[in-house]
């Protein structure tokens, strides 16, 4: 874990000369800031004449910033808004080398005080450790206290540990495969499991080829470091589910394209395409971390995808874990033939129901960018309408796409059982028919493609690994167990 995160902590009083956060609702007294009239005068002008959502006061010895959330048309959007501006909270905070502040909460929802707080967390979120110069330029904003005689401790450690999962995932995605191949991957995700109660199994490269996973074998053949096959398990005694829910993550360390080589500059985020595998280890560590009573399981096939004399070409025909015979077309369809292998391995578990996170497709970015996530469901319509909600309360929205059967006739093969790429149209759709084919059991497939990687920081999320899916999972499981 990131030693530069920011705490957060729970008090019941206020300091008077702490730095203050106060978000202003219609039914919020200021009384107790002591605002002189010349500053209550400037607040109100701010707020009601100029439509300001921030404001800030400098009294020289202390800031205080009054948060004043435009109305919404819903309540996960006006969560939203609340850390959107938490966002704008933290620049402040770290552009005037101010340390600790503290969230005035006596009065006003407890959502809302930890959607503040979250979009201060992430944030505040930085990968800079490689700078020479990075102990100058780390974030001086170390400390949120958050001041409530209403919330707890809990609720505390629950938005520390899920902010932290959701930055750990980030660095995953961030360091480059020069810093973190499949190997690396697999120790550094297996050990933080281990760490806080977790079980953690990494199959080397003799136990995938006596597995006979051809597809996470193929795409490995070009690459000098072997592959490595990742299960992370969290199963408590008092677990709500008698089935476990199996999470499959992509764990392409890099993506070169393979002999289907991308555009140069196409090359230059491909760290990134271990994403889903990021997601997914952070989220069963959050899981085991907090306890929850969820039996849980993370599958992640790792490997990078490179160009050597034996690395697989267009026109090899493949044989899978479970039999099936692909025709590769595209090597830079590769995720999904290491994640097939996964998907048939998680048959063995008779899971209640598999999600998969991948960076998948070109064409799921196209088709609506870094505003959500493409997803796509196979006999799992309950389990999808409880995500999609989710997907709203934490702004990690979904976008479904069909799983219709027609899509399925553009990938099958003239001389194999499938193919690995469709037409040019609906790739996404046609990624996760290939996918759907690996499976028997409730399945929904997240192409992360867009969300995961930003090259232009955008509030909370900022720029590199965003870590989207962890806050999604956390809080479809949450509410699975409190259900």
Not at 119 to 131: A, P, R, V
Not at 234 to 240: G, H, S
Not at 299 to 312: E, S, W
Not at 338 to 344: H, K, S, V
Request: a negative charge; aromatic letters at 8%; proline letters at 4%.
């Amino acid at each position: 874990m990131n030693p530069k995160t920011t705490s957060l902590k729970l008090s019941k009083n206020l300091s008077d000369t702490g730095n203050i956060i106060h978000i202003i609702s219609e039914n919020s007294s200021r009384a107790h800031l002591n605002l002189s009239q010349a500053e209550e005068q400037f607040v109100l002008y701010q707020k009601n004449e100029l439509k300001h959502e921030l404001i800030i006061l400098n009294r020289y010895s202390q800031w205080i910033y009054l948060v004043a959330p435009k109305s919404a048309k819903s309540e996960p959007s006006f969560l939203e808004g609340l850390r959107n501006l938490g966002a704008k909270v933290s620049n402040h905070a770290n552009n005037n080398h101010i340390g600790s502040v503290q969230i005035d909460a006596f009065e006003t929802a407890a959502s809302h005080i930890t959607a503040l707080a979250e979009g201060m967390l992430l944030n505040n979120y930085q990968f800079i450790q490689y700078k020479s110069d990075a102990e100058e330029k780390f974030n001086r904003l170390k400390e949120i206290v958050i001041v409530s005689d209403r919330m707890n401790a809990h609720e505390i450690n629950t938005l520390t540990v899920t902010t932290q999962a959701t930055l750990w995932a980030r660095d995953l995605v961030n360091e480059p495969v020069n810093k973190l191949n499949a190997i690396g991957l697999a120790d550094k995700i297996s050990s933080a499991v281990r760490a806080v109660g977790g079980k953690a199994e990494v199959l080397n490269l003799q136990k995938i080829e006596a597995l006979k996973m051809g597809g996470l074998l193929a795409v490995n053949r070009g690459s000098v470091d072997p592959p490595t096959f990742t299960i992370l398990e969290w199963n408590p005694e008092d677990a709500v589910n008698a089935k476990p829910i199996v999470l499959v993550g992509k764990g392409v360390v890099y993506d070169s394209g393979g002999y289907s080589l991308k555009p140069g500059s196409s090359m230059e985020t491909m760290k990134c395409d271990m994403a889903g595998a990021a997601a997914v280890s952070a989220l069963v560590f959050a899981v085991a971390s907090l306890k929850l009573p969820v039996h849980l399981i993370a599958l992640i096939p790792a490997t990078d995808n490179r160009v050597v004399g034996n690395a697989y070409v267009p026109g090899d025909i493949i044989t899978m874990m479970d039999g099936t015979t692909v025709e590769v077309l595209n090597t830079d369809a590769e995720g999904r033939l290491i994640l097939a292998d996964a998907l048939t391995y998680a048959k063995k578990f008779d899971p209640m129901l598999v999600l998969n996170f991948a960076t998948l497709t070109g064409s799921a970015a196209r088709a609506i960018g870094p505003q959500g996530i493409v997803a796509m469901q196979s006999d799992a319509r309950e389990f999808f309408d409880s995500l999609e909600a989710s997907g709203h309360a934490v702004h990690e929205r979904l976008v479904e796409f069909p799983m219709w059967d027609e899509y399925k006739d553009q990938i099958k093969s003239k001389i194999a059982d499938l193919k690995n790429i469709g037409g040019p149209e609906g790739g996404a759709i046609t990624a996760g028919k290939f996918l759907e084919h690996f499976t028997s059991y409730p399945f929904i497939h997240f192409d992360i493609a867009s969300p995961a990687f930003l090259e232009k920081a955008d509030s909370y999320r900022g720029l590199g690994g965003t870590g989207i899916g962890v806050r999604l999972l956390f809080d479809f499981l949450k509410k699975m167990v409190s259900a």
